[in-house]
């Protein structure tokens, strides 16, 4: 499977899981879809027969809300059965709606509340070093996560402590829960934001497969300072009626929308 | 108490090279064992609790026990999400260690009263919640909670508590220390208020009354077969905590009691919902809020009147 086709394949997870679920997110979830499936095709370190193999490269997905995205790739890489993605949300089911670890091989780290990821990334990779350890930290979060404190107290740690084994990804789409960024809390220029905390800043389209798994291969090689991607992407990618829609955060693909969706989708399959 | 956990923590960390302190900027003096002995054991993250902790979760996944250090309510409210679901959540090998609980820092002001940290850490499933009520008990405490898998909290005093234990009490997370026997009365203590339950015992004594009394170092898991015994040979249970009377340890207490058929009735004897704005020393805020031994005993003879 080529990451394209995993990338295809959690859009279309995706969508059918918030179908199902009518769960919300889906916006979030085709956002980050490329740069989920470019980590879970090559680039990560990781074994579905070994989950927790002690030289696994660490993920974690800090913007937890498109958790769907993950449960989809773990799937689609032979971590747990496809079929039991569809009890995503469901009562009983161990697949909550913001991505959690327990019980799920794969899942690292259990989130949802914002701004958590980074700081406990930044503690994985200074114990990695501290020990000489060879697995890299990746972790994922959002634009609008930047809005939290504690994304910024981490960022400074991180710096201070060189800490080069954690590589971070903004899934930079310019939009949060109720508007866009730059109408919330502008946080235009945020690769300067982040040059200026010391970090090795890879500013890239986030849905461009070469661009992410060349931007990956500089960050495992660079020295002295944390990478942090910042991949811009596009909320919604793939279905053009949730592109850039702050509809989409929430609303749940259903009747004509969803079927619209999935002709989108099916179109283009690769 | 602060300086018996750096004590013993140090000697712990000289035999296992993964324990860790991640301080948020403070212990100036106290951590220098660590700063000089053992600087790869020890980490300064800055003024910035949330990181803190959440740093603290990421090295104990990667196989360290890791300590958060702070005083007041830095280490703990500050950061309580953190600790939920980063620690707790993840069954994270990380002590979180506060220097001041109560009214340690009373001059300070009440940004730096810890009054509420015992319930609202004991409201989180998979925490031990320890207060120790004296030097030997910190030193146990210190170690019990290096041994128990784990997110723990230990809530200590700062300097200069008593010695209260003459020997290494038979120290169990969730047991709590029978000091003495006594009738009518028991009185449970936690924490460094201790040494005023202590003295209210003796004052009472000396009026006629022989209250027992108890020192809870675990406030979570609460030692429920000890209240229950009391509960059924004693008519008076006094719960003494430096700590809000809502959630802490009276609220562990009062749970236990509410579960079965007993004749005791509870004294809670705590700061009564309020945060204090009175400028003063440990000694006269304790004494301000009716937490001195002496307002102590008094409570306990007017319910006896």
Not at chain 1, 168 to 173: A, F, G, K, S, V
Not at chain 2, 198 to 214: M, S, V
Request: glycine share 10%; aromatic share 8%.
């Amino acid at each position: 499977m080529t990451s394209e086709q995993l990338a295809w394949k959690i859009r279309r997870h995706g969508v059918e899981m918030t179908h199902i679920s009518r769960g919300s997110h889906i916006a979030a979830i085709l956002s980050v879809a490329d740069i989920v499936a470019v980590l879970y095709n090559g680039v990560m370190n990781v074994d579905p027969e070994k989950p927790k193999m002690e030289n696994r490269d660490r993920f974690i997905l800090s913007k937890g809300h498109a958790g769907a995205a993950v449960y989809a790739a773990l799937a689609e890489t032979g971590f747990f059965d496809i079929e039991e993605l569809k009890t995503h949300y469901a009562d009983g089911s161990r697949l909550s709606g913001h991505v959690s670890h327990k019980g799920v091989p794969g899942v690292e780290f259990s989130t949802g509340s914002l701004g958590h990821g980074l700081p406990v990334a930044a503690g994985m990779a200074y114990a990695a070093k501290m020990d000489n350890k060879t697995h890299k930290i990746f972790v994922v979060c959002g634009d609008g996560e930047c809005d939290e404190g504690s994304m910024w107290e981490a960022a400074l740690m991180a710096n201070h402590f060189e800490l080069d084994n954690l590589i971070l990804t903004i899934d930079y789409n310019k939009m949060q829960s109720l508007d866009f960024c730059e109408n919330t809390l502008k946080l235009h220029s945020l690769a300067d934001k982040w040059k200026a905390f010391g970090w090795n800043v890879i500013d890239i389209d986030g849905h461009n497969h070469d661009e992410l798994k060349a931007a990956y291969n500089q960050a495992k090689e660079h020295k002295g300072s944390p990478t942090v991607v910042i991949a811009n992407t596009t909320k919604g990618k793939g279905i053009s009626f949730m592109e850039n829609d702050i509809l989409w955060h929430y609303r749940t693909p259903q009747g004509e929308e969803y079927d619209a969706a999935v002709a989108e989708l099916e179109a283009q399959r690769v | 108490m602060r300086d018996t956990f750096v004590k013993t923590l140090f000697e712990i960390a000289k035999k296992d090279k993964n324990v860790h302190i991640v301080t948020g900027d403070l212990g100036f003096g106290v951590l220098r064992p660590f700063f000089e002995n053992l600087p790869e054991q020890i980490t300064n993250v800055g003024i910035a609790e949330q990181n803190m902790t959440g740093v603290a979760a990421g090295m104990a996944r990667e196989g360290k026990i890791v300590y958060t250090y702070s005083i007041g309510n830095f280490p703990t409210l500050r950061c309580i999400e953190q600790i939920r679901n980063d620690c707790a959540y993840h069954d994270a090998n990380v002590k979180v260690v506060c220097v001041g609980g109560g009214f340690v820092y009373g001059s300070l002001g009440m940004s730096h009263h810890a009054t509420e940290d015992i319930a609202m850490m004991r409201a989180l499933p998979d925490v031990t919640v320890m207060a120790p009520g004296d030097l030997v008990e910190a030193e146990c405490a210190t170690k019990a909670i290096y041994e128990q898998q784990g997110t723990c909290y230990l809530r200590l005093g700062r300097g200069g508590e008593k010695r209260i234990h003459d020997t290494t009490p038979d120290f169990k997370i969730g047991k709590a220390i029978k000091i003495k026997d006594g009738e009518k009365v028991a009185i449970f203590s936690t924490g460094g208020i201790f040494d005023e339950a202590q003295d209210a015992c003796e004052i009472l004594e000396k009026k006629g009354i022989n209250p027992a009394l108890y020192t809870f170092p675990t406030v979570k898991p609460i030692d429920r077969e000890t209240i229950v015994e009391c509960a059924n040979n004693f008519d008076y249970i006094v719960t003494v905590e430096e700590h809000n009377v809502i959630g802490g340890f009276s609220g562990a207490v009062a749970e236990v009691l509410s579960e079965f058929r007993h004749n005791a009735i509870q004294i809670k004897i705590g700061l009564n919902d309020t945060y204090s704005c009175i400028v003063g020393s440990q000694k006269y805020l304790r004494d301000y809020y009716g937490l001195s031994a002496e307002k102590i005993a008094s409570k306990v003879e007017e319910y006896l009147k």
